[in-house]
């Protein structure tokens, strides 16, 4: 039987018990005791007595999951909450590293949505939109450290009205750290594994003390060395909480600090001809990997490149770099107060700070870079011929570089931002109303800078050095600023109508006024697509009712029936250095043209199912299920075409702008079923199948202004005819059909095994689905012993073993999707790789 053939069974399996439907536990050992169907509860944001098993939420008219802290660390520990999140229902997310650190090359779909059109926060701050090349926030991983997150929430279909985002088109991922320990308490735990990894935590709780006190101090330090390359993954992170609680309100100050260098992967490009076309061979040169020389410089720079630095002529697109890495430092903090002014009324108030200062560095041929070196370098552009890509004729070039044949170029980033989120909720006999708001202020810079690689001093370019505290750049080739302010506000009615039907509705507004410049504009010539300057202007973009509505039903005491509908809005992306906004389109009209008739992305949600908690007596002891069904309306769909694809996450190492397309509607209709069998305490099986259709209405057209539109023609086939892009009733690229997730565990007391399995189905990988990657199906172990309680004087102790992608599969796993139709990038799948964790606490 093929691994499609038992995802299908799977859903099939799951909808005759999803009549049952509900929830997914992993363990049954800390299950609690199932509450009464009528009177769901919150979970609660600390973990103290949060069941070590995957659990419904109260998020009771949505459908949405929580995974706790402790799940977490069992799939591998130091985990990031995103990567963690793949073994849920409906949510596909994919990386280069078993932790999923690494930000380039992270994709993430829930629902049909992608990463940059979903929410995301911790402890309720906002955490933008998770894009590489970020503007607006950070990854939830530099936001927290992994031991210390309490729980997930992810909530597929759409998020809470209260959500702090200016991007959840689809659903939500709400990361919660855990609160400081009510005993005075110590962890550790040292991690060793494959490729020369070293990861140490350390944790510190105060305990209670002072009346109502209590804090916690820790740190985590992380080393290990890429699968594929020699570069090193790691960094440091320190994280402080302190809480106060009394009858009159709960004070909770937060703070992060992480300073972090993760190696970048390049992408291997692929070329498909069309029907009736052909490839040569250069286009057919599909290398698996693409290691990075580094460090070995005399041999990259004397037998790998040219005298005049351009890479092998015979590899194309795939060649390889020097090096590349991203280093990010982060500081974050908050201030929360949460005032009990009434045994029926609560006023919680937040303020938040964030800097993030980063940097990322490609340091590769110059013959690559060419074409945007010569305009600023050589004094004689106007007159001397210009250099194609990759073939750079001139010594001179080479000389003003450095002397190397390399050169460095980097997109230097700045974040200072902070806010103020504030909601109050009161109730009112039958019904709870909650009245709240989120403000933001963001200022955050951009700089695109190239440096020279000096042929005497290679000890001067390495990955972990920032490039500016050692040199001042050859020429900084643009500047953007942006200035943002973000206005959210929400207000919903709770009402328990009767002591079976919930019924809850309200609305939020979400506005936006951004404004972004260049105080440094590219010479012309020196960016991909550009007619002029890069574009400038303010878009304000005011949404005042964007509804909700949603209902529970108890059919039992076990069963109960949900459904919502809410409408959702994504505001422009007011990223300067590239991606998917107005400001990086290739002209001023085009950017003109949005901003007085553009439409940003929205979507309205519908989802409904059934969930159920039984107990039996007997073998199986429990069942826990959910079926969830969801169609969605996506209008104004917004595609941006690099205008220089290639294999640096997708994009050619000079850039360029992109052609910005509003390709009207998709229309998405899935199901998700997930069930869970309890064995007693000793064994527990879980298994969550998803299928998901999203399909566009329209085919559109592109121009050469830099924007284009959706024609509301349905030509069908992969042919570009007369501009037209035959995307019409074509599957979104990136996401699967069929998605399978299955955790089993066996407890034995001190001893205990868990077998982790994923199939991802087949992906299409253009716009036209004229090219796909094969369905691929993952596995991972975990094996753990502890020590008993009362054996030694320590609250536990205990080793895990863990290896991930257990039977060393290969494949393609992130999909850098820029083109219509013949080409993509992809990311290759992270080898077998094992980790050992001793752990213990007091």
Known sequence: MTVSHVSKLALAVALVAGPFAAAQAAEPAAAPAPAPAAAPTEPTVSDDAAPE???????????????????????????????????????????????????????????????????????????????????NGLSPQRAVISENVGRVIVSTGAGDLATASNSNLGGTVETYSSDPLKTLGA??????????????????????????????????RQDARAWDFNGKQGGYQVNAKFVHEDHIGKLTAYFDYNDTTQPNEDATVFFKPSANGTANTVQLYTPYTKPFFYPDFTTYRTSYLSALGNSPAAVGSNYRNYYSDAQRTDLLGYLRYDAHLTSDITWSTTGYYHHNDGVGVVAGPLG????????????????????????????????????SGL????????????????????????????????????????????????????ASSTPYIRPLDVAQPLFTQYQGEARINE??????????????????????????????????????????????????????????????????????????????VQKNLRQYQAYLAGGGGPWFTGSQAAFNAFADQGKPESSWTYEGGIRSHRSFDGLLSGLEAQVNYYHVVFNNRLLAISTNPGGIAGGGITGGTSILVNVGGVHTDGVDAAFTLHFGRTF?????????????????????????????????????????????????????????????????????????????????????????????????????????????????VELALNVTNLTDRKGWSTLSIGSATNSWSAYPIAPRQWFLTLSAAY
């Open 684 to 796: 527990s099986l879980y298994n969550a199948a998803s299928y998901n259709l999203s399909k566009y209405q329209s085919d559109y057209t592109s121009t050469a202004t830099g924007i284009g539109a959706a024609t509301g023609s349905c030509i069908g086939g992969y042919l570009v005819v007369g501009g037209v892009v035959p995307t019409c009733g074509k599957q979104l690229p990136g996401t699967p059909k069929w998605m399978n997730k299955t955790v089993a565990t066996l407890d034995m007391g001190p001893f205990e095994a868990q077998l982790i399995g994923d199939y991802v189905g087949r992906r299409f990988a253009t716009f036209t689905d004229d090219a796909s990657v094969p369905s691929y199906f993952l596995t991972s172990l975990r094996l753990a012993a502890k020590v008993p309680e009362g054996v030694l004087p320590l609250r536990k």
């Open 487 to 564: 206005l959210q506000l929400h207000l919903q009615d709770t009402w328990q109508a009767t002591d079976r039907l919930l019924l809850q509705a309200g609305f939020k507004t979400s506005a936006q006024w951004a404004n972004g410049y260049f105080p440094v504009q590219p010479k012309l010539g020196s960016l991909s697509g550009l007619t002029g300057g890069l574009p400038q202007g303010k878009i304000d973009t005011l949404r005042w009712f964007l509804p909700s509505v949603g209902a529970t039903y108890d059919l039992t005491r076990h069963e109960q029936l949900y459904f919502n």
């Open 407 to 458: 050169v460095t170029r980097t997109t230097e980033y700045r974040i200072d931002r902070g806010g103020v989120i504030s909601a109050v909720t009161a109730k009112l006999g039958a019904h709870t109303l909650e009245f709240g708001g989120w403000f933001e202020h963001n200022s955050t810079t951009q700089w695109r800078r190239w440096y020279g690689v000096s042929v005497s001093d290679p």
């Open 368 to 403: 690559q870079s060419i074409t945007t070196i010569q305009p600023y370098l050589d004094p004689n552009y106007a007159t001397n011929p210009h250099y194609a890509a990759n073939a750079n004729g001139s010594a001179a070039l080479v000389a003003a570089t450095g002397g």
């Open 53 to 135: 098993s995957i659990v419904v939420t109260a998020k009771s008219t949505r459908s949405a999951t929580a995974l706790p802290g402790a799940e977490m660390q069992k799939i591998l520990p130091g985990i990031s909450p995103l990567k963690a999140i793949e073994t849920l229902p409906g949510v596909l997310y994919i990386t280069a590293d078993p932790w999923g650190y690494n930000e380039q090359n992270a994709q993430i779909f829930i629902h049909g949505f992608s990463g940059q059109q979903l929410g995301y926060t911790m402890d309720g701050l906002p955490l933008g939109d998770q894009s590489y090349g970020n503007y």
């Open 187 to 220: 962890q550790i735990g040292q991690t060793v594994g494959s490729y020369s990894t070293s990861r140490t935590f350390v944790r510190l709780d105060s305990g209670t003390f002072g009346g109502g006190n209590s804090a916690y101090i820790s740190a985590a």
